[in-house]
C-alpha cells in the first residue's frame, strides 16, 4: 500500500461468492474482524482507527448486519445494490451519525442470475441518478464504488456515475438532459450535440426494457398494440438518424462516434429485429404462411448481421484498435451462465402446397377490431396465402365510412390492409359493422367470404375536444406517470419527473428522500389523473413501478396507495412479495406490476390518486382495465387525452 490513498477491506465471505457458514455466524465474523484490525495495527504501528476501512454488505454478508452485527464507529459500511442497479439497504436515520459513515457499491454489469449481462451499455443515467441521489440524501456518502466489468461500452454512464458523485448538487434530474448534452459536446463538439444527446437518452430509455441477455421470440407481443412491429421501427428509426449523424461530422470523430454511439444502437436494433422474426416465423409456420421460410431466411440473416457487427467493431474500427471488445456472447442463453458461443433460435421450415388459399389474421385477434371517435385508431388485417400460386382478393365494409385499404388487390405472399374510419360521416352511437373479405379456399376453390365484425363507437357526448383528461378506448385507459392532471405537493413534500426514467417514457418519485412515511388522506402528497369512464362497474388498476428495494429495513417494504374519486385508499406494498421468483421478474422485466381492484359507481368523469406512503418509490405508468386490456410486454400505448 504505501503512502497511496487506500481503504483497507475488513470481514469476510465464502468461495464463490457464498457465504461464510451456514447460517449467520455473527461470533466468529466479530473475531476476524477484531483479528483483522489487531493486524493492520500491527503492521502500520498506529492505531487501527487510523487506517480507513470498509466492510463491503456484498449480499451474502448484509445479512449479519441484518441481524445485528456492528464493527468498530470509523469502519465505513458499504451498502451494496441487488447486482441490477437496485440498491438494497441505506442507512437509518438512528445511525446517520458514525465517524466511518457509509457507502455505496453498484454495478454497471453482472455475472449472475437471472442471466448475465456485459455485452453492451443497458444503464440509464437516469436510474442512476434516482438511486444515487437517494443515497446520497440518507447519508450514504463517504464512498461510491461502481462495479464496470467491460470499461469500453460503459464510458458514458461511468462519467456520470463519478461527475454525480464530484459535486451531486450540481445535477438535479431536471439538468440530465443538459448533462448528456455537455457530455456529447466534449466528444464531438457543438454542432450535432443535441441530436446525438437526444439518440443517446432515447437509446438509453430502449435499452431499459429488457437486457439483451434477456431478449426472446416471446418478449414482444406480436399480436396486440402493434407492439414487436413498434419495436423494430422504433429502433430502425434511432439506428437511420445515427448513421445520418455518422455521416455528418467530422470524420476525426467517426470511430468514437461509432464505439459510443452508433454501435449499441446499430447492435440493438438488429438484435430486436431478429428475434421479433424469429417469433414471426415461429407464427407464421403454425398459420401454415407462404411467407414462413423467407422469414426463416431474415432471421439467419439478421444472426449473421450480428457477427458481421461485432467483426467490424474487433478489426475494423480504427484499425482494429478496439480488437476483442465486442466478443462477449449475447444470443442463445438457456440459463443465467452465458453460453460459449451464440446460438442462432431456432426457426421452422414448411412445404408450402402449389395451389392458393387464403387467410386471414387482424390486429387484437381474436377480439373484435374496435374504433372510437376519441382514439381514432387505426387498425390492420392480413391477407395471406397458404400456397405457391398468387390469388387475388377483396374486400368491403358494410358502411361507406369504414375505409379499407386497398380493398382489392393480388396476393403472392401476404397483403396488410389498413381500416380507419371517417369520423366525418359516422352516426352517432355503437355501430357493429362487418368486413366481408372474399379469395380461394382449400386447393384454391372458393369457399364463401370471410367476416370480420369490427365496433365503431361515435357518442353524441361528451365531444371528443371536450372531454376531460383521459378517455377510456378498447376497455381501459393508458396513463403515462408524467402526464398527471395535478401534482399536489406538500411541503417540504413535492413531485419530481425523472426525465427519461421509464421503459415507455419518464417517471415521478416524491422528494426528499429522507421524508418519514405519510399516512394517506386528503391533503397528503398525490398524484391525480382525471379520466372519463363509459360505464360503471369492476375495474383494475395496474401500476407500473420501477423494480426499487425497500432500502430501509423496516419491514413494512415500499408503499403507496390508489384510490378512485372520493373512496378510502388502498395502500400496497410493492416489495411484498419478497421471494427470488418475484425478483428474478421485477429485474428481468426492469418493472414491477402491482394491482389494485375497484367499482365505479356510476359512468363519466373520474379522478384517480396516486398516494404518497413511502420515499423511493418510483411511478412509471398506469393502467385502469375495464375488461378490454390485452397481454404486452410494455403495456397499452397510452390513451387519448385533451
Known sequence: MGARENIVTVGMRGDGDEPMTEGTAIPLLERIVADQRRIIADVTGKDASE???????????????????????????????????????????????????????????????PRNYKWINTNSIARVWEQMHLAYETGANRI????????????????????????????????????????????????????????????????????????????????????AESVVAEYRALAERARRVSAAIPSAYRDAFYQLVLHPVEASANLNELYVTVARNRLYAQQGRSATNELADRARALFERDA????????????????????????????????????????????????????????GQPALL??????RQSHYIEVYNRGQAPFEFTARAAEPWLVISPPSG????????????????????THTVPITLDGPGVAGVATGPRVIQAIVTNPASPERGAVPGFVEGNGYVSIE????????????????????????????????????????NGASARLEYQMFMFDSGAVTVKAYLSPSLDYTGSGHGLRYAISFDDE????????????????????????RILSTSHRLARPGTHVLRFWLVDPGVVLQKLVIDAGGERPSYLGPPESYRR
Do not use: C
Not at 451498502?79 to 439497504?89: E, K, L, P, Q, S
Not at 459535486?167 to 441530436?195: C, I, K, M
Not at 480488437?323 to 453460453?339: A, R, S, V
Not at 397483403?415 to 352517432?428: A, E, H, I
Open 51 to 113: 487506517t480507513p476501512q470498509l466492510w463491503a454488505l456484498y449480499k451474502e454478508v448484509q445479512d449479519y448486519y441484518d441481524k445485528g452485527m456492528r464493527v468498530p464507529d470509523d469502519v465505513t459500511l458499504l451498502f451494496a445494490d441487488d447486482n441490477w442497479g437496485n440498491i438494497r439497504r441505506l442507512p437509518a436515520a438512528s445511525d446517520r451519525g458514525r465517524a466511518g459513515g457509509f457507502g455505496v457499491y453498484y454495478h454497471f454489469d453482472y455475472v449472475g442470475g
Open 144 to 227: 461510491w464504488i461502481v462495479n464496470v466489468g467491460d470499461i469500453k461500452p460503459v464510458e458514458f454512464p461511468t462519467q456520470f456515475f463519478l461527475d454525480y458523485a464530484w459535486n451531486p448538487e450540481r445535477w438535479p434530474a431536471d439538468r440530465l438532459p443538459e448533462y448528456t448534452r455537455r457530455w456529447v459536446e466534449q466528444q464531438f463538439g457543438a454542432p450535432h450535440s443535441a441530436e446525438i444527446a437526444d439518440i443517446i437518452t432515447t437509446y438509453s430509455r430502449y435499452s431499459s426494457r429488457r437486457k439483451p441477455e434477456l431478449l426472446a421470440p416471446e418478449t414482444y407481443s406480436l399480436t396486440n398494440y402493434r407492439e
Open 308 to 363: 458481421e457487427i461485432s467483426r467490424f467493431y474487433n478489426t475494423q474500427l480504427a484499425g482494429g484498435k478496439w480488437n476483442h471488445m465486442m466478443d462477449q456472447t449475447h444470443i442463445g442463453y438457456t440459463y443465467w451462465q452465458e453460453p460459449p458461443r451464440n446460438v442462432m433460435p431456432r426457426v421452422d421450415v414448411i412445404q408450402v402446397p402449389a395451389a392458393a388459399e387464403m387467410g386471414i389474421a387482424y390486429e
Open 370 to 375: 374496435a374504433f372510437d371517435t376519441y382514439q
Open 410 to 429: 393480388t396476393v403472392q405472399k401476404e397483403q396488410r390492409l389498413t381500416v380507419s374510419v371517417d369520423w366525418s360521416r359516422v352516426p352517432n352511437g
Open 481 to 520: 406517470a408524467e402526464h398527471f392532471s395535478r401534482a399536489a405537493d406538500s411541503p417540504p413534500i413535492h413531485w419530481q419527473v425523472v426525465p427519461h426514467l421509464g421503459r415507455t417514457l419518464s417517471a415521478v418519485t416524491a422528494l426528499p428522500t429522507t421524508m418519514t412515511s405519510q399516512s394517506p
Open 568 to 591: 378510502a385508499p388502498q395502500v400496497v406494498n410493492s416489495t411484498a412479495d419478497s421471494s427470488n421468483a418475484a425478483w428474478e421478474r421485477a429485474v428481468a422485466n426492469n418493472i
